[in-house]
Nanobody
């Protein structure tokens, strides 16, 4: 069992950068595929990026590919999301999620969720 806790959200102007962190408790952290999702007001939760248990394989949503980078440090039980060239449409609450096994694009496949961190991008 793991419990993700996000940090690093905030407000930034368009074109700027932010780095989100997700610290996760649990001794079997490396067994879990880790992903970032986001949810804007009135919209469904959207897959942003995911990283495999080893950290070798990464996946990205179409809207962020080329601008965001996901990584993990299993020694620190942490996963990160580097967000560059931010746009106003990136404004959302960002969630860190964990599932036992491979990364999935579907939110319903994830068992463990953080409380979320707000990212606001102004034009």
């Amino acid at each position: 069992q793991v419990q993700p806790v996000e940090s690093g959200g905030g407000s930034v102007q368009a074109g700027g950068s932010l780095r989100l962190s997700c610290a996760t408790s649990g001794r079997t952290y490396s067994d879990y595929g880790m992903s970032w999702f986001r949810q804007a007001p009135g919209k469904e939760r959207e897959f942003v990026a995911g990283v495999s248990r080893s950290g070798v394989i990464t996946n990205y949503g179409d809207s962020v590919r080329g601008r965001f980078t996901v990584s993990r440090d299993n020694a620190k039980n942490s996963v990160y999301l580097q967000m560059n060239t931010l746009k106003p449409e990136d404004t959302a609450v960002y969630y860190c999620a964990a599932r036992d096994g491979f990364v999935s694009y579907y939110a319903d496949d994830y068992t463990y969720w953080g409380q979320g961190t707000q990212v606001t991008v102004s034009s």
